[in-house]
């Protein structure tokens, strides 16, 4: 459960480190300390209900920064991702990531 | 388990509707071992990518208390640890996790659906079997025992005047002729 202060781990190489999630959608650019920025999420602690009754949880919670058009700041991606990017079409974070899940 | 793709395609009239159902895997619980169905259980993912299959929570919960399933008892872990239930079998060789999925032949599924009925009833029955002979020896210590209560305990199973009047040692199943009173001292007595 995503929620305005919480805060997230960043799971690529932009410089940021920690996000804290003010509100659920859109704006700005550059990236500095305390600025803001987008991220999209790609890992929840809390479960995730699946068509197919499957429910997947994982163990933190973690954001890669975008773009206004999704595309990722950084070039690199760690850890496991969940599925849902792709049909959201986050594609070039999905190629990036070394395990989708 | 053998798991595929099946692509399904439905034509209604002029429509021609393609299905792409997805596949279905039947996984082992991280914890107990049981089968996690389709619909049941969580998965978790740690950080390293390593998926952690539960079949219920309480599996789910005994794993975030960070126990180790070799070491809680009703796990099947355990009891392969242990040696309680059988470990090694040929019939254990059938079933691996296989990645590659196969065109769906209608006969090999069938043939398949024969086997994995085949091999479970003799997987299974072989596993009874390595259990009860596990118990036997226990058995038998017991019966040894009773006996042994037995003659020692005959005074409560028979009148002394009885068992003066006629030495030889009754078991339990052979009829005698007791008093009321008497066949009630018989509780006692192990089954």
Known sequence: ???????????????????????????????????????VIISTRKELKRDNGMIIRYDDNAAVVIDQEGNPKGTQIFGAIARELRQLNFTKIVSLAPEVL | MISDIVNVIFCLGNCVLLVNLRRMRL????????????????????????????CRSKCHKNFKMKRNPRKVKWTKAYRRL???????????????KR???????????????????????????????????????????RQKEARKQLELGIHLVKAPLALAQDSSLCLPKIKVNVSQAQTEENQPMEE
């Open chain 1, 1 to 39: 459960m995503i929620q305005p202060q919480t805060h997230l781990n960043v799971a690529d190489n932009s410089r940021a480190r920690e996000l804290m999630c003010i509100r659920e959608a859109v704006p700005n650019t550059p990236l500095e300390r305390s600025e803001v920025i987008t991220a």
């Open chain 2, 82 to 96: 242990h040696g309680k239930d059988m470990t090694q079998d040929s019939t254990f060789e059938f079933e691996r």
């Open chain 2, 99 to 141: 990645n590659r999925p196969e065109r769906y032949d209608r006969n090999l599924a069938e043939n398949t659906l024969k086997a994995i009925k085949k091999i479970d009833k003799i997987r299974s029955d072989r596993a009874s079997d390595h259990i009860k002979n596990r118990l036997k020896t226990g058995k038998v210590q």
């Open chain 2, 27 to 54: 996984e082992k619980c991280w914890f107990c071992s049981s089968t996690v169905y389709p619909g049941h259980g969580i998965q978790f993912v740690r950080n390293d990518a390593k998926i952690f299959h539960f």
